[in-house]
């Protein structure tokens, strides 16, 4: 926590708001010149005229990385934690909207059984995992099959996939019976 005397000294050294001076002392740790620094780079101070300057070597740029380090703008942080969150809100409402369009269809010798949208099954795995994908499997055993209707997964091979799995079901179901009857 900045003291008084701490923020008065930058306020007459920077010439800038108590505000402004607390502020800039708070993001960089109770450090004077850190904060003269990081008032300079918000634009708030003027950089001396006739001695001071920005050098661009290896070791001014380790020591604007730990000023940055030190002097973090909380209101730059909040902006891009917001971003964040809106662009993940935003994907997660692109594939809800996507799961939607598309479908999970259960069938039984080309009959529909059951239509579910593609959210509603990606829920179903998510908190019903050790539930869901047993009876998937043991469907297969009884001649369910499983197809995906939709613009986005009707262009791509997993119903292709799908059907390698139903085949590879009842080829092991076959082979089960006939080595029951022999």
């Not at 050294?13 to 607390?22: F, L, Q, S």
């Not at 613009?151 to 019976?177: C, F, H, Q, W, Y």
Request: with cysteine; proline share 2%; aromatic share 10%.
């Amino acid at each position: 926590m900045a003291t008084m005397e701490q923020v008065e000294k930058l306020r007459d050294k920077a010439n800038v708001t108590y505000d402004e001076a607390r502020a800039a002392l708070e993001a960089c740790g109770d450090d004077l010149l850190d904060a003269v620094i990081y008032l300079e780079r918000q634009g708030k101070v003027k950089a001396p005229q006739n001695g001071g300057y920005y050098n661009t070597t290896s070791q001014a740029a380790e020591g604007n990385e730990q000023i940055k380090e030190n002097c973090s703008d909380d209101s730059q942080q909040d902006a891009s934690f917001s971003r964040l969150l809106k662009r993940v809100f935003t994907w997660c409402g692109r594939m809800i909207a996507k799961g939607n369009q598309n479908s999970f269809e259960v069938r039984q010798h080309e009959r529909v059984i059951i239509t579910i949208p593609v959210t509603i099954l990606a829920l179903f795995l998510l908190f019903a995992f050790w539930v869901v994908v047993p009876l998937l499997i043991v469907g297969l055993f009884f001649n369910f099959n499983y197809v995906f209707k939709g613009p986005d997964l009707e262009k791509t091979g997993v119903n292709d996939v799908m059907g390698s799995a139903s085949n590879a079901a009842e080829n092991l179901r076959k082979e089960v019976i006939e080595g029951r009857n022999k």
